[in-house]
């Protein structure tokens, strides 16, 4: 009877966070999902248009560079993700998941127009920039900062007090536009001093976004020296690692929350005249345009390292050009960019879990 026991063998797959990784396996298994992307929306394009996916994906390097304008229309919202994601990373680094982004441009924004509209024709073109840019950080830096004080005093959830506030600027810029509308009963602000260009990012060196490109540089350089060489960068990164390690450390984790979501914001207040002074020259709860949230993702995938974050943004904004001109070649729906975007980011995010995770594979051998 003993001899008659069937041993039967099942298929077993364990999943295993991993310790450490190396560079070229990261980066590897990123690759693979950017070509998996790609071969996914081929699909879905041939099912939409019926039209090789070789010529849709030309048209996609046509949209985001295809000429000098389209260049560096992807340079501007290259550097715009950018500089929002590096605002993002301060706060993510304590631990403090500021969702409240789109709120802090928006109201950035709302600073550099109102300086555009009341003092454009009162100041001179030299003294408006500098005021454009010390409002809209003072602007992001107060949105910032609200939330920041509820946290440190209150313990709040700054998820959904963050994501609040962008519906509360939502209602301040529709609120704005009633007094600033342009032309009366049009419901929208307009172009601003479309004539005198007053509070316009000047051109350099004969290119209209190239101070643009240099603030968010200058920004970028500064932060990543903030936060890897000094004492506030090293005590907000024990804060998120534990706050009351800090603590016994004799770290003031309350002045450190509001300190480094004051700069978290004001970063991204500095996006919003970047966009209403360098770039739209208008303003409308539209501004913001969902940056804040695409820059999350630009800022967990590149594990807050700068120089990732630039070939990250680089990456999604020349996708995302390059589908709206295949939307507009081919007829398309306009959700149709979306879509192609929408796959390539769920690619990109699934990935970081065989980034973190690995799975181990095995038979395991079992008696009835």
Known sequence: MNGSHKQKDRLVIHMIKRDTISKPKEWGI???AVLLSLIVCAVVIYLITRQNPAEVYSGIIDGAIGTKRRAWVTVRESVLLLIIAVGLVPAYRMRFWNIGAEGQILMGGAATAAIMIYLGDKLPKSAILPLIIVSSLAAG???????????????????????????????LITYFIVYWENPKGSNTVGVINPATKAGWFPKVFGMDYFLNVLIVVIVTVVMTVYMKYTRQGYELAVVGESANTARYAGINVRKVIIRTMMISGAICGLAGAIIVSGASHT????????RGFTAIIVAWMSKFNPLTMIIVSVFLVFMQQGSIQIATQFGLNENASSIITGILLFFLIGCEFFVNYSLVVYRERKED
């Open 141 to 171: 830096m107060i949105w910032g900062l609200i939330p920041a004080i509820f946290k440190a005093h209150f313990n709040t959830n700054e998820t959904l007090f963050t994501l609040m506030m962008n519906y509360t600027a939502m209602q």
């Open 283 to 290: 303003i409308s709860t539209s501004t913001a345009g969902g």
């Open 30 to 32: 990123r690759l693979i």
